[in-house]
């Protein structure tokens, strides 16, 4: 009995050794399975790791831009070819820090920008580059070729991630002509002085009436599509423009020789652009 004994203990002995050691390695096992992970570098879904992943793009969620533009002309009053002045700033929620901008600019269309739009594939903008940070000002001049309703949008781009503004609608116009009309002295009476005595404009367009005679001139016309009166005009010198707004015809007069016959009058025509 006391021999069957000691052998029983020392299997159990041998049976704990053995499965302590099992235990040990498969701990191992699991452990170096979870450090090094799959060879492909993907979780057991199969989505990208880190940095590493397809696709992936660093994004820094602090950092939200926000805009406010102005301009420095009534948005439906800005003419083609002249300089608008326009300002914007660009605040950073989230952050009290300072961000470094790739570029930021005005950009504007007759189609419209999305928000997803890419401000490096536009043509009409202007962009401030090189060492520019938020919160900042800016400020540029612009001056619009393209006449009719446009689009106007502020951005900014802050490590490649594209920031539009709220849209500006403005509408540029067409920038209107100055025409000249000479007075010449009257070599007889009724002999036309005016030239030319008949002109043709465009809505828009402004006349100025130079005066080559020795005697002082004063032109007005009392025309339905409205009146003007050019005020004294002395010889050699110039009239103030005239602007014409309003298509029609006009029929003018000078008010100092009207009743002496020596017929200095004229006709502008004002023809829709």
Request: aromatic residues 6%; contains cysteine.
């Amino acid at each position: 009995m006391h021999v069957r004994e000691r052998y029983s203990c020392k299997e159990d002995s041998r049976s704990l050794m053995q499965r302590t050691l099992i235990a040990l390695i498969t701990t191992s096992l699991l452990l170096a399975g979870c450090m090094h992970g799959d060879d492909d570098g993907t979780d057991d879904d199969g989505a990208g790791m880190g940095n590493g992943g397809d696709g992936f793009t660093p994004q820094d969620d602090n950092v939200t831009l926000t805009f406010d533009v102005s301009l420095e002309s009534p948005a439906a009053n800005i003419t083609a070819g002249e300089n608008t002045t326009i300002s914007w700033t660009v605040d950073v929620n989230g952050t009290n820090d300072t961000v470094s901008l790739d570029e930021t600019g005005i950009a504007w269309s007759a189609t419209g920008i999305e928000n997803d739009t890419d401000p490096t594939s536009l043509e009409s903008k202007v962009t401030v580059g090189g060492n520019v940070s938020a919160p900042s000002g800016f400020s540029v001049d612009v001056a619009f070729e393209t006449e009719g309703n446009l689009t106007l949008r502020a951005y900014s781009i802050h490590e490649g991630n594209v920031t539009w503004s709220d849209t500006i609608d403005i509408l540029v116009e067409r920038a209107g002509e100055t025409h000249t009309v000479t007075i010449e002295a009257a070599a007889v009476a009724n002999a036309a002085s005016i030239d030319p005595d008949e002109i043709t404009i465009t809505v828009g367009d402004s006349v100025v009436w130079q005066n080559d005679d020795d005697e002082a001139h004063r032109l007005k016309s009392d025309a339905d599509g409205g009146s003007f009166d050019t005020g004294d005009i002395a010889g050699g010198e110039s009239s103030d423009p005239v602007t014409f707004d309003v298509a029609g015809t006009y029929e003018y007069v000078c008010t100092m020789h009207q009743d002496v016959g020596l017929g200095h009058k004229g006709t502008i025509i004002v023809e829709e652009a």
